[in-house]
């Protein structure tokens, strides 16, 4: 290609995006797969090369970057699996002057086409046209191979007219002439009046019937049979109401079932009968009630609209029968809530709990008996006149049940300061499932129609790292190396250094308050899940400790300067150094930034000018490997003595921003 890049990536060539024609995929000790994709070479168009600066037609990208060969290799590098691809392509240029577009190029006019007189600045120009067209799989061939022998499984496809795909024909036995083919229809394949009539001629593509027959030049089996009934929901809102499937215990020939007939959405009830209803929508239109009509059982769901995911399913109970919330955003589950405060510390599901003060309720069909349950930090409820009945308890929850009679058509939950959380309601003959998930729509807990609880983690990836029990124990845990493999789990992150700055929130008297910088050593957190799980702990530590550690360490914008002598060597030559504190005593270091620092020096044989440092830190070396006493020799006019004098030194600090200690 012309240059290493992905399909998915903002370069260009020439209009179009280019990206790779070959990856390997290579898994430690497993082997690899090779991918390779179309490119350039099986565009199949070559356009006349443009003249500069107008543009050429656009190569078709359609046609490029698609699934073309992935051989398998084993970790020996044998092969064990081919998957081909072919493709059907065409490329259509849109000649309708519509499509047509121009290029331009500044140039000089000339009269007569020649020098003799310049007319001034002009434009040349050319013009090109768009492209489009489609790409379609044609077949597939997968080749598996096993020693010496070869398995070859071969697929084909064919699109109607609008290039949607009609039918797929795959080879059971090509020596016997055997094959499996599905037969896929669509709204404009009937001619029937009522919904589909609407959907074909709105334009509304979508799959209504799908038929697989095995087949062999002297026979025609049906061995699977679905069929879509659509209806007018709402207004002119169309959705899926009947489904009807092949109910027969061996294929059914032609000649019995008969073939497709455009002006029927069902030839053979008898044979394709109707399986299930859905007999319920909300008001945008999601699915809630399904009935098995086979069975008479009922299915609903309590959908999450915010996260397009149902949270809660129930076997044999219609919707008007339910209700369900762990309390986790907007949608109640057909309890009504009243506004309240949640509880983001502690949730036996979830990651938030509710407190009740006041009265949850709910409205439900009379004619069963219903079954509320419940977790509650504290004691259970009386709920409409009836006892609670204690189930189980873990960590600090208890999981209660009100068992309430058939006649009862509405629910009442009364309590004051009750941490609640998972409140069920339903008919004590059904059952009840129901679940939580995080921003991204991942489960992060499962309750059970028992109400056994599980919790599952998550990595960076959105990759199952861990499944835990109610209690917190580990039922299963997954590491992934860094082609994805899993690995093993046996391993310790230790958290990095991790440091921060917190202002003081204590200081009185119009004192400025001071900035501490608060960290936390390296591998005071550990992790099995990964270094960023590490580090979170202990920036959340940070976080929680830092405030209260500036309010103590903290001076208030008092600077305490303490000037030593350190780090005496063999020749006893000394460091001078000035240390910063927070405190009279002189023993919670203090951070400094830009503090000038004015030090003098008492000798006794010479006099030495006052000196201007500026600090940064928490310390600040005056001098280095200072002798402090020294002979110092004088003499006076040739001819005479000379004479030596003892000279000690003394650093001290001069005033300034500080408190001199």
Known sequence: MRVSSPMNSLDYVWGTAVGYGRVEEILPGNGKTVHEFTTYKDVNYFPSP???????????????????????????????????????FTVTVLSDTAFKSIKLLMDAQYYGNTSALYLGPGYGNDTYYGLTGTALLDSTVEKIVSGADTVLQSTSFVYDSLNNLASVKKWVSKDLQKYIQT?????????ITGPLKTLSDSGIIVKV??????????SENLVSATITGYEVITGNKIKPKYVYGLRSDKPVPLSTIGAFNRFVLNRNSTLIPLVSTIERYDAKLVSLQVANNLTGDRQSVIWDDEHQISTSVISDAAYTEIAYTSFEGTNSGNWTVPSGQYNYSDAITGSRSFKLNGTISATVTSGREYVVTYWTTGAGLTINGVSPEKLTAKRVWNLYRNLLPSTTSSISIVGSNV?????????????????????????TSG?????????????????????????????????????????????????NVISRKFVQTNCTGGNIPDTVLYTVAAGTYTSTVNQYKADSLAMNAGM?????????????????????????????????????YSDVACTKPRYVQNLQVVTGVNNTCETVPDDTHTANGTQLVIAYSVTRDYVKTECDPPGFPCWNFDCHVDYLLKPGNYVIK
């Open 544 to 580: 929680a400790n830092g405030p209260a550690y500036a309010n103590a360490n903290g001076g208030c914008g008092i600077v305490y300067a303490k000037l030593s002598y350190e780090d005496i060597d063999v020749d006893q030559n000394e460091d001078v150094v000035v240390k910063f």
């Open 183 to 191: 037969n896929i229809y669509y709204p404009y394949n009937y001619s």
């Open 419 to 443: 941490t609640i959380d998972e409140l069920r309601a339903y008919p004590a003959d059904a059952t009840m499932s129901s679940s939580t998930v995080d921003f991204f729509g991942n489960q």
């Open 50 to 88: 443009p003249q500069y600066p107008f543009a050429a037609e656009l190569y078709p990208s359609w046609e490029l970057g698609l699934p073309k060969k992935a051989t398998v290799f084993d970790q020996y590098n044998q092969i064990k699996k081919i998957n081909e691809n072919k493709y059907d």
């Open 209 to 218: 019937a799908e038929e697989q027959w095995v087949k062999t030049p002297t």
């Open 447 to 495: 309750s059970s129609e028992n109400n056994k609880i599980a919790y599952t983690e998550y990595d960076d990836l959105g990759r199952v790292r861990l499944r835990e029990d109610v209690e917190g124990n580990i039922m299963e845990m997954n590491c992934y190396g860094q082609a994805g493999e899993k690995v093993n789990c046996n391993i310790i992150y230790k958290n």
